[in-house]
């Protein structure tokens, strides 16, 4: 009796490996600190069995276990969504872990602590605007960069559409994720993690001035409470910013902002990351939201030393001269960006006269963030690996 139930459990357990199913989508984030945690998330078709992670040191022999948590994806989409978040992790540290139901082996790395060592990260948005095979091309150009992580300016998945006859698209954001959990892979095979903001078509319905329960799919997937800081070591310091979208960009928004760069004054570097442009390539100069976060968030970027805003949502290339008091100071900020990362036909920035404009073209862009402990270099790719644009600059 004792030998039939044990190679009965062996059966069981032969058959849970042979019929071992990967996830539909895999990504990391964060939640808190990039050196002593990872926050992994992935997706299944359906609920699936509950069982914890487990991780351990690349080339350890011992497997930790980390209980997470798993819920549906919005509007009853049949997919449910499941996230752990590792804690006590060693910073610059290499670990490997597997998922339940799932026989691979994935790896990750924290972030180091030491300021003197280089560290690289990718900035880019409007990502799946048209067909995915545009968006896969870019993200392969960024893994080969090797990041440490990669932001996203907002307008993911494009899913809401205004005035659509199909306004929900929720395919789109499994489409995506199945790309990054393809092509966010590092040369060493790690994966890339991923800090998201959040962008008009990214909101349901009214895409300006709502609140985070018009963005579920957003909000679901990501573990973010829509505007937040980033901080890697003493080294730098990302604002992650709502240009209006569920938060507003005056008021609350603003006096936090206010707080978390004063309270960071000795910190190298410094950068402003939000999707509606300042100081625009294309879009009107005089709406709303450009107005006013030129009047409520940039004279703060230029009070505590923001060297560098990530601006998107125009779909071009742009680089502005450095701006100080909204004219050309070369101990200016310099706004970067306009996003175009998956956009089929990028536009052209009106630089005749658009006098802040310093360099714009019609590409679509990806921007590596190179830093060393007292200098930043900026090359700016298009998704040949092309580059189009460096900036370098010292403190």
């Not at 939000?274 to 100081?279: G, L, N, P, T």
Request: hydrophobic share 35%.
């Amino acid at each position: 009796m004792i030998l039939f139930v044990r190679t009965l459990l062996l059966c069981l357990s032969l058959t849970g490996f042979l019929f071992a199913e990967e996830p539909v989508a895999l990504y990391l984030t964060w939640e808190k600190s990039p050196h002593t945690t990872m926050t992994v998330n992935w997706i299944t078709q359906g609920r699936t069995r509950e069982g914890p992670l487990e991780f351990q040191r690349s080339g350890g022999t011992i497997w930790q276990k980390a209980q997470g948590k798993q819920q549906p994806l919005p509007d009853k989409f049949g997919f449910s969504l499941h996230r752990v978040q590792l804690e006590g992790l060693s910073p610059n540290q290499e670990y490997a872990f597997r998922l339940p139901d799932d026989g691979k082996v994935y790896k990750f790395k924290t972030l180091s602590l030491d300021r003197n060592q280089p560290l690289r990260f990718i900035v880019g948005g409007d990502v799946y605007h048209d067909d995915i095979s545009f968006v896969s091309k870019m993200n392969q150009q960024v893994a080969r960069l090797n990041p440490s992580f990669i932001v996203l300016g907002g307008d993911l998945s494009y899913n809401e559409l205004k005035d659509s006859v199909n306004p929900k698209r929720q395919n789109r954001w499994l489409d995506l994720l199945e790309t990054w959990k393809k092509d966010f892979i590092s040369p060493e095979g790690r994966l890339i993690p991923v800090l998201p903001l959040i962008g008009n078509h990214d909101v349901s319905g009214n895409w300006w001035g709502t609140t985070p329960a018009n963005a579920p799919w957003f909000y679901t997937l990501f573990p973010t409470p829509g505007y937040t800081s980033f901080d890697i070591g003493d080294l730098a310091t990302l604002v992650l910013l709502d240009s209006g979208h569920t938060h507003k960009i005056k008021g609350e928004q603003t006096l936090w902002l206010q707080n978390t760069l004063s309270s960071r004054a000795q910190v190298p570097h410094k950068f402003a990351i939000y999707h509606v442009a300042a100081w625009p390539s294309i879009k009107k100069m005089d709406g709303q939201r450009q107005v006013d976060i030129r009047h409520h968030w940039v004279p703060l970027f230029e009070k505590y030393g923001v060297q560098m805003a990530f601006e998107h949502h125009d779909h071009a290339y742009k680089r502005t001269h450095p701006l100080l008091g909204g004219k050309i100071d070369p101990k200016g900020i310099i706004f970067i960006g306009d996003g175009c990362w998956g956009v089929e036909e990028p536009r052209t920035p009106k630089k005749g006269y658009r006098w802040y404009i310093a360099k714009g073209m019609p590409k679509r862009n990806i921007i590596a963030v190179n830093l060393h402990q007292n200098s930043r270099h900026l090359i700016v790719y298009d998704d040949e690996g092309a580059i189009l644009d460096e900036i370098y600059s010292q403190n």
